[in-house]
């Protein structure tokens, strides 16, 4: 894997929607070394040839990559609208039935997504608005079988809620766009 080729694709998928990251990157940590990822990764050393069954890539596909989108969908509503999605400001709080929910004051609607003081810090933003990531160094055949086998997966990768990339033995760089359909990134090829 090239972390600069790697970078590439990610900044060219993020001027197809919004801008993008984090990004989760799922391979083997060697290649990794050196690569500058702005704080912007959860990584996972994982390689794919110590993995007969494909059973770990299948837990990282249903548990971490999964949770990693929720965690960037809440950031992501609550900055782009924190009336709708976000929970308004954290000091007028009262919480409700204990993790339900909050009011903002006395009363109103239920707010569920973050406060603004957890976006912005007076001064600046202190995250962007930007649809996941995910980097798979596995073969492709399985990562579109765990993909036909778990429903929530499908529907985050089939309704574009996330970006997922397949990185190829040769280092090159592939998007998942369609049903077992992968395009070559064109920053990767050699």
Not at 124 to 153: C, N, Q, Y
């Amino acid at each position: 894997m090239r972390p600069a080729g790697m970078s590439f694709a990610a900044r060219m998928s993020g001027r197809r929607y919004g801008r993008n990251g984090p990004w989760p990157t799922t391979a083997p940590s060697l290649p990794r070394r050196g690569a500058d990822l702005d704080g912007r990764a959860f990584l996972h050393d994982y390689d794919w040839r110590d993995d007969a069954d494909f059973c770990v890539l299948g837990l990282i596909m249903t548990a971490p990559m999964v949770v990693a989108n929720w965690i960037n969908m809440q950031y992501y509503g609550s900055l782009v609208d924190n009336q709708t999605f976000g929970s308004g400001n954290r000091v007028l709080y009262n919480i409700v039935g204990g993790s339900i929910g909050v009011f903002e004051g006395n009363g109103g609607d239920l707010r569920v997504g973050l406060p603004m003081q957890s976006l912005h810090n007076g001064k600046r933003w202190m995250h962007e608005p930007v649809r996941l990531s995910v980097f798979i160094e596995a073969p492709d055949k399985a990562m579109d079988d765990i993909i036909a086998r778990h429903g929530t997966v499908r529907h985050l990768v089939d309704n574009g809620w996330l970006h997922l990339f397949r990185i190829a033995d040769e280092g090159e760089v592939y998007r998942r766009v369609g049903e077992n359909d992968w395009l070559l990134e064109p920053s990767s090829s050699r």
